[in-house]
């Protein structure tokens, strides 16, 4: 199964961009690219998630690049309560039966500062 | 919305205990999973179903039973509790590829296993 590979931690100041970067560079062509967080004491959250062209949601953008072989989660104001594990996780289009081997890494622990 | 739902929250168990941690989902969705989270690391899947009457073996799945008899349910059952399974379990649930929306997995708020 295509890997992530994400840094270990950030940190970040309250009402700033933040840009969290991952690595994919074993990307297929079929491969989705989904960012989930997880808040301290809860379950993942789904962010986001695109195959090709940069998208956008309430919460987030996703940055994709031309080769795919990289992305980038960008929080365009960090909040006190975006501090969050953050996992960028590959899930194939035609995830079957195991929902695509999805595999969650360590992420990165964002921290956000007042 | 109620989502997800995963009962007890916390359970303290003695080695060789057997319990049931239940899993709800309404929004009839046909996949259903299990997770463990061990401190510091990422989810590892244990069990999986694509539907009603149909599981699977995840990455993880032994000291773990799991049965799929309705869409709504998916108990995952430790026979035979062991330190080792102390841990988070998380229930998760999502629509088949193909569907709108593909792609997301709702999670529950997680069980914390204790086993002495």
């Known amino acids: 199964d295509a890997k992530t590979t994400q840094p270990n931690s950030m940190e970040s100041n309250e009402e700033e961009p933040v840009h969290l970067p991952c690595n994919h560079s074993?990307?297929?062509?079929?491969?989705?690219i989904h960012w989930y967080r997880q808040l301290p004491s809860q379950g993942p959250e789904y962010v986001i998630h695109?195959?090709?062209s940069n998208v956008n949601n309430r919460m987030a953008s996703l940055a994709i690049a031309e080769d795919r072989k990289s992305s980038t989660l960008i929080l365009h104001r960090a909040t006190l309560r975006d501090a969050a594990v953050y996992y960028c996780?590959?899930?194939?289009?035609?995830?079957?039966?195991?929902?695509?081997?999805?595999?969650f890494g360590k992420g990165t622990k964002l921290s956000v500062k007042p | 919305n109620a989502g997800v739902t995963q009962t007890p929250k916390f359970q303290v168990l003695k080695t060789g205990q057997s319990m049931t941690l239940q899993c709800a989902q309404d929004?009839?969705?046909?996949?259903m999973s299990w997770y463990r989270q061990d401190p510091g690391m990422g989810l590892r899947l244990i069990h999986y179903?694509?539907?009603?009457?149909?599981?699977d073996q995840g990455e993880v799945p032994n000291g773990y039973n799991v049965s799929r008899s309705t869409t709504e349910d998916f108990p995952l059952r430790l026979l035979s509790a062991a330190p080792s399974q102390t841990s988070v379990y998380f229930c998760?649930?999502?629509?088949?590829?193909?569907?709108?929306?593909?792609?997301?997995?709702?999670f529950g708020e997680g069980s914390r296993l204790t086993v002495l």
């Open positions: 929004m009839n969705h046909e996949y």
């Open positions: 179903s694509v539907g009603a009457g149909i599981t």
């Open positions: 998760a649930s999502s629509r088949p590829p193909g569907t709108a929306n593909t792609g997301e997995l709702f």
């Open positions: 074993t990307i297929s062509g079929t491969d989705y």
């Open positions: 695109g195959l090709t």
């Open positions: 996780i590959l899930r194939d289009l035609n995830y079957g039966g195991s929902q695509g081997n999805l595999i």
